[in-house]
Nanobody, 122 residues
């Protein structure tokens, strides 16, 4: 199983960006996005787990980011709107079979993509 994240880049504050994560191999119960800014711990961004209750978002991105998945293409997306400099980070896609209480935790995911850098300028 492999996850390949793409779509990162440099964008001005207030603008939008869409990240893509192409998956190969088996399917999983939950797919998520995490991010890590320089000098900070990895942070939960969003997860999509239909059998766990649907979509989950971190407080800092709620209302601005949208997670979705094209099952036919086995591809995960993260639509990011109203970006601000605090969103600057390396974004990772992940897949796994977490129990509901671990949907927001990195420990709940067994497979990770390589990360894509998002830089938001002010």
């Amino acid at each position: 199983v492999q996850l390949q994240a793409s779509g990162g880049g440099l964008v001005q504050a207030g603008n939008s960006l869409r990240l893509t994560c192409a998956a190969s191999g088996r399917t999983f119960r939950s797919y998520g996005w995490f991010r890590q800014a320089p000098g900070k711990a990895r942070e939960f961004v969003a997860a999509l787990c239909p059998s766990c209750g649907g979509k989950y978002y971190g407080d800092s991105v709620k209302g601005r980011f949208t997670i979705s998945r094209d099952n036919a293409k086995n591809t995960l997306y993260l639509e990011m709107n109203s970006l601000n400099p605090e969103d600057t980070a390396v974004y990772y896609c992940a897949a796994g079979n977490p129990i509901v209480s671990y949907v927001r935790a990195s420990e709940g995911y067994s497979t990770w993509g390589q990360g894509t850098l998002v830089t938001v300028s002010s």
